[in-house]
T-cell receptor, first 111, second 112 residues
Framework: DAGVTQSPTHLIKTRGQHVTLRCSPISGHKSVSWYQQVLGQGPQFIFQYYEKEERGRGNFPDRFSARQFPNYSSELNVNALLLGDSALYLC??????????FGQGTRLTVV | SQQGEEDPQALSIQEGENATMNCSYKTSINNLQWYRQNSGRGFVHLILIRSNEREKHSGRLRVTLDTSKKSSSLLITASRAADTASYFCATDGRNYGQNFVFGPGTRLSVLP
């Protein structure tokens, strides 16, 4: 059974561009959460989606948006990229409560 | 502000020794989970302990939870070089949301 898959694994973007990150949850999991991890820190919560509805939003600007599709996969979009958006973006999959399993992340570098 | 805070921030031990990491949090929780992150990438789920549990074991891992002190500890026994990683605790809120709050982590180095 496949784990949580994220794509791409690495990405380099220029300031001002936008980026779309993708996540496929574990089969049967209906909840997807997104986290940003800056080097040397713990992950920071961005969004949670459950059954295609937003269940939670962290303290991130409106440049960050996300959505969940009928197959429970999810996209995280970031517009008008800033240098400070450079980070590891992690996706977590769960049934909605209890154990959450993370993907390997997408390393975003903004230059 | 982050709710979970791991202590110590860094820990260096010899292979075979035990490693203990602590986590403190601020608000009521449903569950507390421990994760390991290798080489700044992969996040591996280690163990979940529910708010009504006090202790849980999984292999060489032992987790305790004290809700009155809002703290948890992770004990790794008979450590191995492969245990070298950063360890994070994550708490979720009473509303069963998956908006985990992570601390800055404990960086464990196990020397051969």
């Amino acid at each position: 059974d496949a784990g949580v898959t994220q794509s791409p694994t690495h990405l380099i973007k220029t300031r001002g561009q936008h980026v779309t990150l993708r996540c496929s949850p574990i089969s049967g999991h209906k909840s997807v959460s997104w986290y940003q991890q800056v080097l040397g820190q713990g992950p920071q919560f961005i969004f949670q989606y459950y059954e295609k509805e937003e269940r939670g939003r962290g303290n991130f600007p409106d440049r960050f948006s996300a959505r969940q599709f009928p197959n429970y996969s999810s996209e995280l979009n970031v517009n008008a990229l800033l240098l400070g958006d450079s980070a590891l973006y992690l996706c977590a999959s769960s049934t909605g409560s209890g154990e959450a399993f993370f993907g390997q992340g997408t390393r975003l570098t903004v230059v | 502000s982050q709710q979970g805070e791991e202590d110590p921030q860094a820990l260096s031990i010899q292979e075979g020794e035990n490693a203990t990491m602590n986590c403190s949090y601020k608000t009521s929780i449903n569950n507390l989970q421990w994760y390991r992150q290798n080489s700044g990438r992969g996040f591996v789920h280690l163990i979940l302990i529910r708010s009504n549990e006090r202790e849980k074991h999984s292999g060489r891992l032992r987790v305790t939870l004290d809700t009155s002190k809002k703290s948890s500890s992770l004990l790794i026994t008979a450590s191995r070089a492969a245990d070298t990683a950063s360890y994070f605790c994550a708490t979720d809120g009473r509303n069963y949301g998956q908006n985990f709050v992570f601390g800055p982590g404990t960086r464990l180095s196990v020397l051969p």
